[in-house]
């Protein structure tokens, strides 16, 4: 492990910034999404639950561009063990909430019929 320490400086500026936004993506995505699911604010500031949707997306996509502008090397390696890591949270994090969703949605379906 020290030998990859001596190839990246956890000071310099572009290994902070991929740090960033590897933690602070998958968070954003989760917690707009629950905000939205609970507030329907985005759906209503775009007209429509679609556009608001496909906007959310297009954003957590070029957030993701953004991620992953680094070059291959030691450091390369080592930011994406913590993309593995951060997503295994959010996926944990994110899990029970989609549950949710889904079960929800087959409530509402199971009513109508």
Known sequence: MSWLLGYMDPTEPSFVAAVITIVFNPLFWNVVARWEQRT??????????????????????LLNILRSHWH???????????????YVVALLYEEPFTAEIYRQKATRLHKRS
């Open 40 to 61: 329907r604010k985005l759906s209503r500031a775009f007209g429509s639950p679609h556009l608001a949707c496909y906007s959310l997306g297009i954003c957590i996509l």
């Open 72 to 86: 291959a090397s030691p450091t390369g390696l080592l930011l994406t063990v913590l993309v593995a890591i951060v």
